[in-house]
């Protein structure tokens, strides 16, 4: 079996990547793809480099929470260069490992569900987590392609172009966009279609559970503006799992204050991490004045999180526990944030501000007194929680990129972003087309699929 999993994962790489960049250029021979059984399918979707690595970037590098001195901007490669300036031109011919590892997690996993057609027996548990697996997997990579490479959803945009649905694993059959509205419906299809064949929780959290899909629903459905379903999923999610760290606990000596993978950080349902951009790394990521003036002092946050010294403020507070691991997956301080905003705006303002001062009580020096935050209606209450939001995950996935792009539609929180550079000034206006990634060309060139307006 371990020599057939070694073919089939040889095979797939050569098909899915070079170099993580350019699988698209490979053809794929599916006679050589041999997985057949259960098990063979198990170890597909066990493999943690592809299933959990490499989830996208980009939008940690366009956010304005995110801050490179020259030298720092000037190390990375053009794609860092450029996302950071917001250019119209972001790859400059090159391929993306934001875009081309998440075809990468999908072409697993539609070699799975291919696969689990031609079982006998689809009845066993066995059967039925694996596919169940695999739908997430395909969903959760879907929904990381729209957040960047797909208009934001809203009324205006339903009938735009979203991305390409690969829903087989044949790589030379040419797949036009999809619609906004059919790529987040095919998301949320899948997932609710892996909902009742998965565990309540899982020992080892680069599987999924249903807590994580409750939690993934939960985060979509806020960046769809479907406030009633955040609040509906989040709380599930939070039903079956609602582990909060008390940062008094942690050590605040050690470089990487947070627990690694290995070590089971209490708040990580789903582990995940992002593509390794050099600008993410402890000596080169620093997180924007605004933001870090905002921690007070008996905030944990702002020592845990942060080495600040006389080059700047630099982030060290990897929910990862490893230095440049950007965490990508889903932890219960987001499903905390997502339901306390999901009741704000549908008429719970005091349960709102309960979930939210529950959370920061876990993040308050056990030597100071903490005071809760209090509103009364639903704009002072979400003045609240999207600040605390912000400062709670300031690199956590592409979370501030995909807020950016759902506030901007609300003129209450809409956000004009400004980057000074080597004295020069670049804007980013809010509901700008650049909200939304350029396509990479191998893209286009093999597929001929519509470029996104830049």
Not at 26 to 47: E, G, H, M, R, Y
Not at 311 to 318: I, L
Not at 400 to 408: I, Y
Request: hydrophobic content about 40%; some cysteine.
């Amino acid at each position: 079996m371990k020599r057939t999993v070694l073919t089939i994962f040889v095979i797939i790489c050569l098909v899915s990547c070079k170099k993580q960049d350019r699988w698209l250029d490979v053809k794929s021979n599916k006679a050589d793809i041999v997985p057949t059984t259960l098990t063979d399918f198990q170890a597909l979707l066990d493999n943690d480099l592809i299933m959990n690595d490499n989830y996208p970037g980009l939008g940690i590098l366009g956010s304005d929470n995110l801050f490179l001195a020259l030298n720092a901007w000037q190390s990375g490669n053009a794609t860092e260069r450029n996302s950071y300036l917001w250019a119209s031109d972001i790859f400059e011919g090159a391929s993306s490992a934001d875009w081309s590892s998440q075809y990468q997690k999908v072409a697993y996993a539609n070699i799975v569900l291919e696969g689990l057609e031609k079982v006998q027996d689809k009845t066993s548990i066995a059967y039925k987590t694996i596919r169940a697996s695999a739908l997430f997997y395909r969903a959760f990579a879907f929904y990381s392609l729209a957040a960047l490479f797909s208009p934001p959803y809203n009324s205006a945009n339903l009938a735009k172009p979203g991305i390409v649905l690969r829903l087989g694993s044949d790589v030379n059959k040419t797949v036009p966009r999809s619609t906004v509205k059919e790529t987040y419906d095919k998301i949320i299809s899948d997932l609710n279609a892996a909902l009742p064949d998965l565990p309540n929780l899982q020992t080892i959290t680069t599987k999924p559970s249903k807590a994580v899909v409750y939690g993934l629903l939960g985060r979509i459905y806020l960046a769809m503006g479907d406030y009633p379903n955040a609040y509906i999923n989040s709380n599930e999610a939070l039903k079956l799992y609602s582990v909060l760290i008390n940062f008094n606990t942690l050590n605040a000596a050690a470089t990487y204050p947070f627990p690694t993978f290995q070590n089971k950080n209490a708040e990580v349902i789903f582990y995940a991490t992002a593509v390794g951009y050099a600008s993410f790394i402890a000596s080169r990521i620093q997180v924007t004045p605004d933001i870090f003036n905002e921690y007070q002092i008996a905030d944990l946050r702002r020592s845990l999180f942060y080495n600040a010294n006389v080059n700047g403020t630099f982030f060290r507070g990897y929910y990862s526990g490893r230095n440049g691991y950007i965490f990508s997956g889903i932890a219960t301080n987001e499903l905390f944030l997502i339901r306390a905003e999901a009741a704000a705006r549908t008429n719970r303002v005091q349960e709102a501000m309960t979930d939210l001062n529950n959370l920061l009580k876990t993040r308050w020096s056990s030597s100071s007194t903490y005071l809760d935050l209090s509103a009364t209606n639903e704009t002072e209450a979400l003045q609240h929680i999207l600040r605390e939001r912000r400062k709670e995950m300031p690199f956590t996935a592409s979370l501030r990129w995909e807020d950016l792009r759902r506030l901007n539609t609300d003129q209450r929180f809409a956000t004009v972003l400004t980057r000074q550079l080597n004295n020069q000034t670049y804007t980013l206006e809010a509901n700008s087309v650049k909200y939304v990634y350029p396509i990479p060309n191998i893209e286009i060139r093999i597929n001929g699929v519509e470029q996104n307006e830049r």
